[in-house]
């Protein structure tokens, strides 16, 4: 009877079971994500002793790193600076900024892509351009970080510094527009030189004369420590390499199996190569046209010369810990690691050092002559800015090449790792359709190498690291930690519309991911619209990249036409716009009735704008258009998404 009685009405039925799982998930779920979504902080909790806050909208760390060098002046002038990232504060609490007495926000906006903010700036531009809050009474100030070879130069600091005004903050100093095509570094110190003493002048204030080559972060050796505690390389969470967790994404980057690397071209003295990612279990989606980022590691026998040069120990176990308590960023880089590791993983060495660098390592230079040229190098008198544009940009020297060549200069190592800037992901335009290719994601690219003006090889440290990713012959496949960064880049929604597609050299990746889903598209049965390619390359029998692939195309009407300019074959150069100009009645019915798509893939500096010039002309030539109404024309279709560009520069 009992146990009939138990079964009747057992301690917890199936509902209270379901009841308690739900409770118990959804106080799981808002324990995990709890942080993600408040807040780290918001203004009222905003330390009080600071009074200028440096935001930084920063996608490749320099936006940042100029953010810290404000932050460290604000010292100078007896201020109290840290240097925030927008994403961790509730920006929507700007206003109260003037609560804090003489404060002052400054702005350093990198603008991305198409004139877009960065990643981390885009919650805080949604909220500028939908907010009608008040912000009288809050100082700012807007250093806009741009290039002028894009169509939108420092869209994003202009905006910001517009918008601010505009809601009625006070701009304590104009807009500073930095220009990453000629010296953006340059541009930033001439900016840097009158913010200043307009900022003194605004609040009252005078330099102490307090050198702003103190110290943010001291040294921790951990002598006895268990090494399962020391960052090995991950970006985020502690072993995140050996437990692999989804999702996959900047701060826990997805370790992909490389089963392929191909060499592309047939002859030349570079090396093209094909790589493929493994992406299977992953969880991963993309898109043809979405960019793949990658975290590289630096050339291991490079950093190794670094530890034998400063007479380090490179496998010490340390931390870099923020002197500053109250400071957001406790550490430059995961920490604990070694001085290896952050070497490999963490700190850029592979490019030229910046002037604060070089002013805050001067110090370290026993021979006065040595350190007197540091410090002129980082100064900005014209024999200064002569000789580092000289000694350090043209002769392109790291910091290893600098070590090498001033023999006095005898750093600490935890010092020069404060000042390195952060080793950045690098992107690749996607070369594959997920349509075609869900489990694997494709990169063309060529590897970087070449002699310096000091007799030194230069090697790009992303390309030669994927370079040697080769399957073993065992069947070892090495692993890229890698995640997937969505673009505007894609195919017409309407399969039925014609694309036009200018990619020439490694400007070809995300046309082979189109062309596979317009092939994909085909054999759906969809009605797939003309697909024409312009391909460039330096010989036929070189560099034509994708040959054997691009010519199957063809033959099956996937590609429904194939035009490559060899630019060298002949004694004439042929560029892709040389081809478009031949073909002009033919694509300007394609764009003027067709309601064609174009896309442009490949270098920046020149031939973007080359090909822009020639659909210009043939607007005007064809079309009958003025030169300004050709311009006009190409802008809106830019607007609506019918002229999109994928370039770098
Ligand atoms: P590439 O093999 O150097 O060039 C491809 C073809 O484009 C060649 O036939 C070349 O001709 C031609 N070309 C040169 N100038 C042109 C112009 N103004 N208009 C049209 N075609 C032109 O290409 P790549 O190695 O793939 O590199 C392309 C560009 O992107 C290079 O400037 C490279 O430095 C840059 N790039 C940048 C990155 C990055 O991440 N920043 C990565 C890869 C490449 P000739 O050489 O015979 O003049």
Same mark, same amino acid.
């Given at each position: ?30 324990? =995990? ?75 350093? @906006? ?93 609040? *009252? ?27 090995? *390389? ?20 997805? =370790? ?15 090396? =093209? ?95 006065? %002559? ?6 002129? @190098? ?40 404060? =000042? ?39 090697? $790009? ?13 065992? *069947? ?11 673009? %505007? ?15 020439? $050299? ?6 082979? $991911?189109?062309? %596979? ?43 429904? %036409? ?88």
């Amino acid at each position: 009877r009992r146990q009939l009685h138990e079964k009747k009405r057992p301690l917890l039925g199936s509902l209270d079971i379901f009841i308690f799982s739900l409770i118990a998930g959804l106080l799981i779920y808002w324990f =995990l994500f709890r942080k993600k979504t408040e807040p780290v902080l918001d203004f009222k909790t905003f330390p009080a002793n600071r009074n200028v806050v440096v935001f930084y909208g920063s996608q490749t760390g320099t936006a940042e790193e100029f953010a810290n060098r404000l932050a460290k002046d604000a010292h100078r002038y007896g201020m109290k600076g840290m240097a925030a990232d927008p994403e961790e504060y509730d920006m929507s609490e700007l206003s109260r900024l003037k609560e804090i007495p003489n404060s002052m926000a400054v702005f350093c @906006m990198a603008t991305y892509g198409e004139g877009d903010p960065t990643d981390n700036a885009q919650e805080f531009y949604d909220w500028m351009q939908g907010t009608d809050d008040d912000l009288e009474g809050v100082n700012f100030a807007v250093f806009g970080l741009g290039n002028k070879t894009y169509e939108h130069f420092n869209a994003t600091g202009k905006y910001t510094d517009k918008r601010l005004a505009e809601l009625g903050g006070k701009r304590v100093f104009d807009l500073g527009l930095g220009d990453d095509d000629s010296n953006l570094e340059e541009d930033f110190i001439s900016w840097k030189e009158q913010f200043w003493p307009a900022v003194c002048e605004f609040f *009252g204030v005078e330099a102490t004369g307090e050198d702003s080559s103190i110290r943010q972060f001291e040294l921790v050796v951990h002598n006895d420590i268990n090494m399962n505690q020391v960052y090995t *390389g991950e970006m985020g969470r502690l072993k995140s390499f050996q437990t692999q967790k989804p999702p996959f994404d900047s701060k826990n980057p997805f =370790l992909a199996p490389v089963s392929v690397n191909r060499k592309l071209n047939k002859g030349g003295n570079r090396h =093209l190569m094909h790589i493929e990612l493994d992406i299977m279990d992953s969880k991963i989606r993309y898109d043809a046209g979405d960019h793949v980022a990658v975290y590289p590691i630096n050339d291991a026998v490079v950093v190794s010369r670094i530890g034998e040069r400063l007479g380090v120990d490179l496998d010490t176990a340390i931390s870099l810990k923020n002197l500053d308590e109250e400071c957001n960023k406790k550490h430059p880089f995961p920490c604990p690691t070694t001085y290896r590791t952050a070497l490999s993983h963490y700190l850029d060495i592979n490019n030229k050092p910046r002037k604060n660098v070089l002013y805050d390592l001067a110090q370290y230079a026993s021979d006065p %002559q040595e350190q007197e040229n540091m410090r002129k @190098m980082a100064s900005a008198s014209p024999e200064g800015k002569a000789l580092y544009q000289s000694w350090v940009l043209d002769s392109e020297r790291n910091i290893l090449a600098i070590l090498e060549d001033l023999p006095s200069l005898n750093p600490p190592i935890d010092h020069l790792c404060e =000042l390195l800037p952060r080793l950045q992901a690098r992107y690749y335009s996607i070369a594959s359709s997920s349509k075609v290719h869900p489990n694997s994601i494709h990169i063309c690219a060529v590897v970087i190498e070449y002699t310096t003006e000091t007799g030194r090889v230069y090697k $790009g440290v992303a390309t030669n690291w994927l370079k040697n990713k080769e399957v073993t012959e065992n *069947g070892h496949k090495h692993t890229v930690p890698m995640y997937v960064r969505r673009s %505007q880049f894609r195919l017409p929604f309407k399969p039925s519309n014609p694309v036009i597609m200018i990619g020439p $050299g490694t400007g070809i990746a995300p046309f082979m $991911g189109f062309i %596979q889903e317009r092939a994909w598209q085909k054999e759906q049965g969809k009605d797939v619209g003309e697909t024409i390619l312009y391909f460039g390359c330096r010989h036929k029998n070189e560099d034509f990249l994708y040959q054997q692939e691009l010519e199957e195309f063809e033959r099956v009407g996937v590609l429904t %036409q194939l035009n490559i300019a060899f630019s060298r074959d002949q004694e004439r150069k042929i560029y892709v716009q040389h081809l478009l100009k031949k073909n002009k009645e033919q694509l300007w019915k394609l764009i003027h009735s067709n309601n064609a798509h174009i896309y442009v893939c490949g270098d920046a500096r020149n031939m973007a704008r080359d090909v822009h010039t020639a659909f210009y002309e043939i607007a005007e030539e064809v079309g009958g258009l003025t030169h300004t109404q050709a311009v006009d024309y190409f802008k809106k279709l830019m607007t609506k998404g019918r002229y999109s560009q994928d370039v770098w520069s």
